[in-house]
């Protein structure tokens, strides 16, 4: 599918797989360029899993300081209303971070929330890294030993990819609102009914 030697193949992969990665919730298939690597022996399996987990995390690095900047761009009322979904965000962060690495979910979803409750960097830059490290690995592993048998059926027939492009944009347009309502959304009415302690000023303090 991408045929280029390796002296071109590593760092067209650092660059896709980093700029794949920083743009919010649009979902840029990199992973199909590493798939693609990880297929026969021109490439070492090591070095391009480490490659697309160390990119995709300094990318995601960008997104969490960003959101952990516009904080102060935020009136004090939505402040108010997410402190409860903070004070559950910080306690289970680096699992939260962790799972949404280590799995093909839109993660950005995690990552703006954690920032906007400004999580510890460095335990979200260490489950992040982890996680990208676990889903790395799988896509590499998986591809080497069954090649392109699993997503051939997907784009075997496929004669015009402009239904996709607009599909990808549509989905993170709509990722997008869900972040709008989720800053918009009475926390303290939601959380309190399942999570009471998020509630307790106290444990601010603590």
Known sequence: MFPFAPEVGYPLLALVNFFGSLVPFVPLPGFLLLATMAVGDQFDLHVIAILSAVTATAAKQIIFYASYGSRKIVSEKTRLRLRPFERLVKKYGAAAAFVAAATPIPDDLV????????????????????????????????????????????????????????GIVAFGAAMTIVVILMLRLDWERILGRFAPWTLDDNDDKN
């Open 111 to 166: 990552y703006v929330p954690l920032g906007l409750a400004r999580y510890n960097p460095r335990r979200f830059f260490i489950a992040t890294l982890s996680g990208k490290f676990v889903l790395s690995y799988a896509i590499v592993f998986v591809s080497h030993y069954l090649g392109l048998s699993l997503i051939e059926p997907f784009i075997e027939n496929i004669d015009d990819a402009t239904p996709i492009y607009i």
